[in-house]
């Protein structure tokens, strides 16, 4: 066996079962003060008609049986906590823990979107203070911080657009989306009502101006790209793209997924773009929480402003923030209240800590990116050979050759005490490996990576079985996924 | 700076062994005149200790001291320090989307077990883990009785959630839903001879809440009949989760969308939730939003995965049931550890102290002169009442007692001036309520 | 596995089987090698129609979905029920208890412009050439 690393160890991992299969009846993990005022019988008071018996299936446990639950799961998944975390577009960077403590304060989290707008003004200063940020770290005009997450922050962005060519006079038919975009723009153009049509890619994994010229006519309303894209290659003639974008009355949209390669280098607003998203949980370290939540603020040039999702926060001659609910050109409203609020908090804690020092941190993480591509490329086939951004797309081209696939040198980087890199995607370059590293990792860390990753090629061409039959320190192997969407089970039932 | 794990001569080294000299350099593929060439121009940067005392400061500007009986879709409630503490643990905290199952266990199998909970209280029997929010479970509910049946016309009860409405609006605008409003009576029950009338060949779902805006529960068996007597699905939305303890689950409903705030998330002024989609079985393929499954492992252990994810945009891109990617899963995890704790008999407690409370904060405001109780439909720990003059005014008066009142109806329905809508929950006090019952009955002997 | 001398091919893999004024549809055996397990298909319901290269119904794997397009214009008469519990047919058996609808034909010319096995087998090849180029 080659394996040279030394970063990992076996240790016992405790089985643990369904909380469901751990009830004992009459075991409970917490309790009430007790009641105050005269008891009612409550099926009385909502009559037989609405009252329930009692709920059923519902596990009986006590506070230690929950915290050792909780905890033993909690071990058994990866963490950033624990080491890099190179998934390609995802931006696993440090989750600081300051943030989580300010979000948890007393007036902070205890407050109420409905009180009055004169006790909510400290609520109302923290979003004003992060639209300002953003504001300035994309170049834009204006934001919104409504949208939940990013794929809401996207539909927010086409709504906007279609609204404004609507008002124009003629809302168009069509999104164009190169065929390296996320999976999230191509289902939400769809969801805005606009046909997609896919762009073709250049040998440079670019747009390709000319034949973009010769599609982008009277029915389409707007190009989305992601910027540095998504083989984290800058688009160069992005500017040249707004241009003629512009020129036929279309506009361009960006997704900001990759915004930690831009932050305090360069602005969107000032190469072009009229609409874009940011994923806080990317870019501002808002934890991913293991798939949420998230926040998508969307910022846009003034001739979008008129189509914000309302309500709209303003600052009235007073110096007092308020919400703006008259806002007749407006998209509407996208959820309930005022957004991710507790997300926000994190992002602006984030955003305070660094303040102008946000470049330090993208140029660590371009830094780690191409030190990276730098010390792998003669080991791993390169797709695109120019100079990366904040992440680095390889090929298992050479490997595939003795039968090893992306997917298995992902599996096998488990082994190595790493989460996998992004497999598969883009969908533009076959066996993609997808690797960014962010600025949260140590030059020793990227070592250790960079080892492991020239030690798995190496197995690859000498005993591939070990890599494709990855991983193999897992306390449960690859699992069945076919026999789980055949005959789906979805939820545990009381016997 | 202390998130940055590099000491400047590991940079210079870093640089140079990739033939760079200076950092400028990392970005020669961006045109020089789209470079930034001076520094941001943003507040910071600033140490732990000013981050925690800027965000103090902030809070000292905010409700701290005041008394509120405000819900109307968020609600406060009891929770546990067990659960921030266990979902702070790194593992869960710090962890992406559980695409590589065998290093992520842990959130696959508290989402599976989250999916249970959520089928137990809702009487249903698949749900999903999760949407953003009940607003946003809403119109995707919405959306997913388009699919289903193939029909447009949305039929809403006018005691929904106004800002739920809102969103059902945005959503439904560009799917080309066709809405149609339906009105309560005076037991603040949406009217069923209204429904009747409503729903047609054309109608792919009514749309209520229950609890509904107005506090008042919903008739859902009676609903459910008449919108299957159509062929449209029945959809519950249910913005107070712990009613659920006391009050029968709308079993008859095809789809429900539940906000779980209630299960142990703070009202962090409105976000972040979860929303939940649950349904019954043969629509489970329609249903947007994330799924874990149970599976097993090459040696048969038992173990979970994401499942039917072809449904999810990363695959089917254009054709997805919907755009959504995140699934607000530490939300998720917060109430399924939230849940645990409480266990059928907590839960049971908590729903029987808001029902009581609500009952004698309720009884003692309506004793005062000329305050009424306009609906005469049962209720859980939300209530309307009816005074002399606007609630808005009331309202200031209480502020300067430091409470925070009843929520104006009239923001959200113009005949509704005088009309407030109350929560009580387990946190209210008896001193608190009966402080709120002394400063109302004081407000309304004040000269308008 | 081989391709039927009776049936007939299109290009996006699907294949016919004309019995009289009727036919059976369904995937070929390249088509469910490139999905992988089948885990769930989606059938039209009796009494639609389809014009020729439209889609009626989808085919997924895991982590892939597949529409299925109708080769020939025609009104849809039976959808294979079996496949609803038991999917994995298509890769077993996917000429034969794999099919996916019946259909009355409307315009019976359109399936001699398809291919014959020798030509669809041809076709695949150069299929499979291309992708390891």
């Known amino acids: 066996m080659t394996e040279k690393l030394k970063r990992t160890a076996r240790h016992i991992s405790l089985g643990e079962s369904l909380i469901f299969e751990r009830s004992v009846p009459g075991k409970r993990g917490f309790e009430l003060p007790p009641l105050d005022v005269p008891a009612v019988d409550s099926a009385a008071v909502v009559g037989a008609e609405f009252a329930r018996s009692r709920v059923e299936g519902f596990p009986e446990v006590s506070e230690i049986e929950v915290i050792r639950h909780f905890t033993r799961l909690s071990t058994w998944n990866y963490a ?46 923290i979003l004003w203070a992060l639209q300002q940020i953003l504001l300035e770290v994309t ?158 603020p969307v910022a846009v040039k003034k001739s979008l402003e008129p189509f914000l999702p309302s309500p709209v926060l303003v600052q009235r001659a007073d110096g007092k923030l308020n919400f703006d609910n008259n806002r007749p050109q407006s998209i509407g409203r996208l959820r309930a209240f005022y957004g991710n609020f507790g997300v926000l908090v994190r992002a602006l804690a984030y955003a305070l800590a660094y303040g102008p020092g946000m470049r330090a941190a993208t140029e660590d993480a371009v830094l780690n990116a191409n030190y990276i591509r730098k010390n792998l490329e003669d080991t791993f086939e390169l797709p695109y050979r120019q100079p990366c951004m904040h992440e680095v797309v390889f090929s298992d081209a050479r490997q595939r050759k003795n039968g090893v696939t992306t997917m298995d040198i992902a599996k096998r980087l488990i082994d190595y005490g790493f989460h996998p890199y992004t497999t598969a995607f883009p969908l533009i370059v076959p066996g993609a490996m997808m690797i960014e590293p962010t600025e949260s990792e140590s030059r020793a860390e990227c070592d250790e990576f960079i080892q492991a990753m020239r030690s798995i090629a190496e197995e690859s061409a000498t005993t591939p079985e070990r890599v494709k039959t990855a991983p193999h320190s897992t306390r449960i192997g690859r699992l069945d996924e076919t026999t789980a969407a055949r005959k789906p089970i979805l939820r545990w039932k009381p016997q | 700076m202390r998130y940055l794990p590099k000491s400047d001569s590991e940079r210079r080294e870093m640089l140079a062994s990739i033939g760079l000299e200076k950092m400028e350099d990392l970005f020669i593929s961006i045109p020089a005149e789209y470079r930034l060439t001076r520094p941001l121009s943003v507040p910071g940067p600033l140490s732990e200790k000013e981050i925690i005392d800027y965000f103090r400061a902030r809070g000292s500007e905010n409700a701290f001291g005041y008394s509120s009986f405000l819900g109307a879709g968020v609600y406060n409630h009891l929770r546990s320090v067990v659960t921030d503490a266990l979902i702070q643990r790194g593992e869960f905290l710090t962890s992406y989307t559980p695409y590589q199952g065998e290093i992520s266990q842990g959130t696959l199998q508290a989402i599976f077990e989250f999916q249970t909970l959520m089928c137990q209280l809702t009487g249903q029997e698949v749900a999903n883990a999760g949407m953003y929010d009940g607003s946003t479970a809403t119109a995707e509910a919405a959306l997913m009785a388009e699919r289903v049946t193939g029909r447009s016309g949305i039929v809403v009860a006018r005691s929904l959630h106004p800002e ?105 002024f409105g976000g972040p939730f979860a929303g939940v989609i649950a349904t019954r079985d043969k629509f489970v393929r329609q249903m947007p939003g994330r799924l874990a499954g149970q599976t097993v492992d090459s040696t048969g252990r038992r173990g979970f995965v994401l499942t039917l994810a072809t449904r999810e945009q990363h695959i089917r891109r254009e054709k997805a049931t919907s755009n959504i990617c995140t699934n607000q899963a530490l939300c998720a995890l917060a109430a399924t550890i939230h849940l645990s704790l409480l266990g059928p008999q907590g839960l049971r407690e908590m729903a029987d102290q808001n029902i009581a409370k609500a009952r004698y904060a309720a009884t003692e405001l309506a004793k005062l002169p000329g305050v ?64 709120l019952v002394a400063g109302t009955k004081r407000a309304l002997e004040l000269p308008i | 596995m081989s391709y039927p001398a009776d049936f007939r091919y299109s290009k996006d893999h699907e294949w016919i ?71 994995e047919t298509i890769n077993t058996d996917p000429h034969g208890a794999a099919w996916l609808i019946k259909v009355r034909l409307q315009t019976p010319a359109e399936v001699q412009s398809m291919m014959d096995a020798a030509a669809y087998e041809a076709y695949i090849a150069e299929k499979d050439k291309e992708a390891h180029a």
């Open chain 1, 139 to 296: 170049g834009m005009d204006a934001v919104t911080l409504h949208p939940c997450a990013g794929a809401q922050g996207e539909y927010a962005g086409i709504l906007m657009i279609r609204a404004l060519l609507t008002s124009r006079g003629n809302p168009r038919k069509k999104v164009l989306v190169p065929d390296s975009a996320h999976g999230t723009n191509p289902a939400t153009a769809v969801t805005a009502e606009y046909a997609v049509e896919n762009i073709p890619s250049d040998a440079n994994g670019r747009i390709d101006l000319a034949r973009l010229s010769s599609v982008v006519n009277e029915d389409v309303a707007a190009l989305m790209v992601t910027n540095p894209n998504t083989v984290g290659i800058f688009e160069k003639d992005i500017a040249a793209v707004a241009e003629l974008l512009h020129s036929r009355g279309a506009l361009l949209y960006m997704d900001g997924a990759n915004m930690n390669a831009l932050a305090g280098v360069a602005r969107p607003g000032d190469f072009g773009v009229d609409v874009m998203h940011m994923n806080l949980h990317k870019t501002f370290s808002t934890p991913h929480g293991g798939g949420g939540p998230g926040a998508g």
């Open chain 2, 164 to 268: 739920y409405r809102q969103v059902l609006d945005t959503y439904g605008r560009h799917a080309a839903l066709q809405f149609s409003e339906v009105g309560f009576t005076a037991t603040g029950q949406i009217d069923l001879s209204a429904i009747r009338a409503a729903v047609g060949p054309a109608t792919a779902a009514v749309v209520v809440q229950s609890p509904n805006f107005l506090g008042v529960l919903e008739q859902v068996p009676a609903i459910a009949e008449i919108a299957h007597a159509a062929g449209a699905l029945l959809i519950v939305a249910i913005a107070e989760g712990v009613s659920l303890g006391a009050v029968k689950p709308p079993a008859d409903a095809d789809i429900v969308a539940l906000e779980a705030q209630s299960f142990g998330l703070a009202p962090s």
């Open chain 2, 372 to 435: 009424s109780a306009p609906f005469s439909g049962p209720v859980f720990n939300e209530f309307v009442l009816e005074f002399p003059r606007s609630v808005k005014i009331l309202n200031k008066d209480l502020l300067r007692e430091k409470i925070i009142g009843p929520l104006p109806l009239g923001n959200f329905f113009p005949d509704l001036t005088k009309r407030g809508l109350y929560c009580v929950t387990e946190l209210h006090s008896r001193a608190e309520i009966d402080r």
């Open chain 1, 80 to 125: 950033i906590d624990y080491g890099m975390y190179p998934l390609g577009s995802c931006t696993m960077k440090y989750n600081p823990r300051v943030n989580e403590f300010v979000a948890r304060l007393d007036g902070i989290a205890s407050e109420h979107p409905y009180q009055p707008v004169e006790l909510a003004q400290g609520c109302l200063k």
């Open chain 3, 17 to 87: 089987k004309v019995e009289g004024g009727t036919a059976k549809i369904g995937i070929t055996d390249y088509a469910q090698k490139s999905l992988g397990d089948v885990v769930f298909v989606e059938l039209p319901k009796p009494g639609a129609k389809f014009t020729a290269g439209s889609a009626f119904g989808t085919v997924e794997s895991v982590k892939a979905v597949s529409e299925v397009y109708s080769p020939v214009t025609c009104e849809v008469l039976e959808v294979n029920e079996s496949l609803a519990s038991a999917p």
